[in-house]
């Protein structure tokens, strides 16, 4: 849109970086986001199939060296 690409130009001569580096960096943090969704959604499907196993919240704390 026309506010987004004003932003972004804004940005970029406020900072002397290119829109460029902007751009990677907006699609660089939305990947990640985006692999984490699906990587946990994943992980939800194994653990409601039976592929994987959770562990309570209890089970954690012990496991891990947590408890107080």
């Known amino acids: 849109t026309t506010l987004f690409r004003s932003r972004l130009t804004a940005l970029a001569q406020r900072t002397g970086r ?20 699906y990587s946990l959604q ?7 199939s039976g592929r994987a196993a959770s562990a309570g919240l209890d ?10």
């Open 59 to 68: 089970e954690a704390v012990k496991t891990l060296g947590l408890e107080g």
């Open 42 to 48: 994943a992980d939800l499907e194994d653990i409601r």
């Open 18 to 37: 290119t829109k460029s580096f902007y751009m990677n960096r907006a699609i660089e943090s939305a990947l990640e986001e985006i692999e984490l969704a």
